[in-house]
């Protein structure tokens, strides 16, 4: 799906949803209502209700398939999120190690480093629009900073190499967060979801085809559950875009301040 689907507030994407599963099943109850006469409804109404049970239970199928997916990749940019912040911050306490102008440095570079990345990385990602082609600079420069110093005493050793292992866990966990920027439900399986979707209404039009009100009513039921789970599926489909995104607020909220 789009961007300007995704970008849409989740009021407005149900909207969308429901009503185009509302309209296939309009398009459906008045083909089947207008082909049901005389030896074609005979033989519309021949077809077994057996039918229901499988194709509901593959339809089920696609949605667990599809939706595990989907959570499993909105889960992990969280997580992604979540460890480069906590490597961040591990960078932000061992920083008053090495005081005065190294510590300064360091909380510089971090602070443009997260700037950089609520500005310039997120908007990208939203649009899945960023690759892994260039580094991060200020990370870079920090970690070249932090191998450049001279540590004194076992105190200021221990920190460097605390400081260097929290820096790389936070390269590493921006890496994962931009691989999972590119993760999205692909066509064929919108095209499949769908279609299962539209052989089940179709299957249960000619069932009832002989009864309006338990043609509408059944079919509307279904609907209604398909429509649910497209939304569900479409409103976390891309982890970094929508009003249910993975903000960059936990990068925020350790982003070192400036002293005095």
Known sequence: MSDWFHNLPVTWMALLVFGFTYFVVAVIYVVVRLLAVGERARAFKSVSPGMLPPLGIVFG??????????????????????????????????????????????DALIRSYIAEAKAQEWPLMAH????????PSALSEALQFTLSLQPVGAGQQIAQREIISALQNAMDAR????????????????????????????????VHCDNRLASILSMLLFATGVATAILLIAAHDRPFIGEISVSPDPLLQVMPQPEG
């Open 61 to 106: 199928l696609f949605v667990g398939f599809t939706g595990a997916q989907v959570w499993s990749d909105s889960a992990t940019a969280s997580a992604a999120v979540d460890r480069e912040a906590s490597a961040l911050r591990s960078v932000a306490l061992l920083a008053p190690a090495f005081p005065g102008e190294p510590k300064n440095r360091l």
């Open 175 to 206: 890496r994962q967060r931009l691989l999972l920027s590119q993760s999205q439900v692909t066509g064929i399986k919108w095209f499949c979801l769908y279609l299962q979707a539209i052989c089940a209404l179709f299957a249960i039009a000619l």
């Open 128 to 135: 899945r629009a960023i690759t892994l082609t260039k580094a």
